[in-house]
């Protein structure tokens, strides 16, 4: 009970009492990437970072139609003169964030940023092509993925002369998270192999805490990432926007009066996407977690990585994930080496 009224009593304050911060740049001769940028909060984010006039703005995509009048909206809000790109990702296929990280690797001359926001939210058991439950492939295995893939072009990035001498932005890895991450359950975080119980439809039977635990991955792989040689250089962050009204949860069993309240108190699209803003622009530590516009701590009542069941869950779980990474691009060994 003392766990959840302290996470009430934090979300609540930043929900109505936060102010959220709008991060100003000239990100003239920079290069910026989106993931789930067709609607909500990722839209937001890309509109907010044309405002700031990038030279090429890569939105990374499932639907290339939706991803068009994405980009369609983008130069509407903003009058952007740069190059728009929207470029084909589909994180529930490993083929598909391997071929893009090829893609971007290969043919971007650099990356300042990128934003790895998609993200799901079903209660419904679904299994992708690659033979994980789907939540747990799309907002874990493939965002960190994705993150360790676009790592030495990060770096690379930031070895590179600034566009403006006076301003030296250094090069972003920014995951999407969330606060919810506090509240999870991870019921499987004792397994002894703990990827193969949250892929145990029999086992894994909490629909509810995917979610939140998911984002709680995000928060240890994004602490992992950082620690890395190949981090050097590069912001590796975490970024909750808070509640925000998108369409993320559409696909959730939850009654309309409910989605009304939740409505009532979220934050919009814009105002949730000013944090991520804020995450990817500003020279926050390694591993850091970003809550409204500010660095955040773990809570008092949250065990830390030395203490109790958590003591090396973190590592535990960077671990079983590398070796997913390694059996689909080999080159993630090189990446990882410590």
Request: proline share 6%.
């Amino acid at each position: 009970m003392g766990q959840t009224m302290s996470f009430l009593s934090m979300f609540l304050r930043v929900q109505f009492f936060s102010k959220l911060e709008d991060t100003k740049a000239d990100l003239t001769g920079r290069t910026y990437l989106v993931t789930g940028c067709n609607t909500g909060v990722g839209l937001a984010v890309a509109v907010h970072l044309a405002r700031l006039n990038p030279a090429l703005l890569i939105l990374a995509v499932r639907d290339l139609t939706k991803g068009e009048a994405a980009k369609t909206t983008i130069v509407t809000e903003t009058g952007f003169k740069g190059a728009i790109e929207v470029w084909e990702l589909d994180m529930a296929s490993f083929a598909s964030v391997k071929k893009f990280a090829e893609r971007a690797n290969g043919t971007l001359d650099r990356l300042d940023g990128a934003v790895l926001n998609a993200g799901i939210n079903n209660w419904n058991w679904e299994v992708t092509v690659d033979g994980w439950e789907r939540l747990l492939q799309v907002n874990g295995l493939a965002t960190g993925l994705l993150g360790v893939l676009l790592l030495p072009k990060l770096q690379a990035t930031s070895k590179l002369p600034h566009p403006l001498p006076d301003t030296a932005l250094p090069p972003h890895l920014t995951f999407t998270g969330s606060e919810g991450m506090f509240m999870a359950k991870f019921a499987d975080k004792s397994a002894p192999k703990i990827l193969e119980a949250m892929n145990n439809k029999e086992l894994s039977k909490d629909a509810v805490d995917r979610y939140p635990t998911s984002k709680l991955f995000n928060y240890y792989f994004a602490r992992e990432i950082s620690m890395l040689p190949q981090a050097q250089g590069v912001v590796v962050n975490t970024v909750s926007p808070g509640l925000t009204s998108t369409e993320l949860g559409r696909d959730l069993a939850i009654p309309a009066w409910a989605f009304s309240i939740i409505n009532k108190i979220s934050f919009t699209a814009s105002q949730g996407a000013l944090t991520l803003l804020y995450g990817v622009l500003r020279p926050t530590p390694p591993g850091a977690f970003i809550y409204a516009c500010k660095i955040t701590e773990l809570p008092s009542w949250r065990p830390t990585k030395e203490e109790g069941p958590y003591s090396d869950l973190q590592s535990r779980l960077w671990s079983e994930m590398v070796e997913v990474w390694r059996g689909v691009a080999p080159e993630v060994s090189d990446i990882v080496t410590v």
